[in-house]
Structure formats: structure tokens, C-alpha cells
């Protein structure tokens, strides 16, 4: 399980050091695409084989569910954790993320996300207020 929140900054090749925490569960071998609310989502290739499955679900008839695909999988790269424990994460993702220097690293219970630092800021700032509102709607959820 991921946890935690680990705030790194991209070298100028935008690679980011991957917490050490994460790399024994992640692994080698990482795929990185578009997440939600302007974040980059990281998966292990199971993880990933898992979302393709789901997507093969949605109907390719709806135009919701296709531009939701096209997202998740034209924005998506392989990526190698390198030696020193660094990804290379691609430019368009960085662009898409608003990732300059500063961002965020963190687990998502099942999965990572890469924020850029502001953004991680301005949405844990309204989580947190909403926090509370947010577990009553969910109680049935969550227990």
C-alpha cells in the first residue's frame, strides 16, 4: 500500500527521485499518464493491465467514455526507475501536471501521484476543509 507525501524537485532533465518508500512495491518498470485534477498518475504494469481492462469496459459508443480513453492511454509512457532510483518523466506529462521544479510525490493507496507543488497545495487546502463533509457523504463507503 502507498502513503505518505514526499516533496522532491525535478532536475533539469525532468527526472524525480522515487521515494525510496515507494520502489520496492513499485518496481523497475512504471507507467505514468494523465491523472485527475492535474496530477500524474503512476502504475505498475499489473496496475495498468487492470485499468486497460476496465477501459475495454466502457462503451466505445458514448463520446465521454472515448475521450476518456483517449487521456488515459495517448498520455501514457513507460518509464525505468534508473540506478540511483530516479524516473524520466516525459515533458507533455510535465506540461500537463504544470510540473516546473517543485512537486509532490504521493501514495494513493493503490497507486502514486506526481503533483506540481502549487497544485498539490491548492487541492489539499480544499480537501482538507472538506474533509469532514466528504467522510459524512461517504459513510456508507467508509467504516
Known sequence: ?????YRHNTDSKGRIIV???????LGNQLI??????GCITVYTPPQWDRII??????????KESRMYIHMVT?????????GAGRILIPQNLLEEAAIKKECVVIGVADHVEIWSS???EAYSSIASAAFE???EELTEFVK
Open 1 to 5: 500500500m502507498f502513503m505518505g507525501e
Open 19 to 25: 521515494p525510496a518508500r515507494f520502489r520496492d512495491e
Open 32 to 37: 505514468l499518464t494523465k491523472g485527475l485534477d
Open 53 to 62: 481492462e476496465q477501459l475495454y469496459k466502457l462503451p466505445n459508443t458514448k
Open 74 to 82: 495517448s498520455k501514457a509512457a513507460e518509464c525505468e526507475v534508473d
Open 118 to 120: 502549487a497544485r498539490w
Open 133 to 135: 463533509s466528504v467522510a
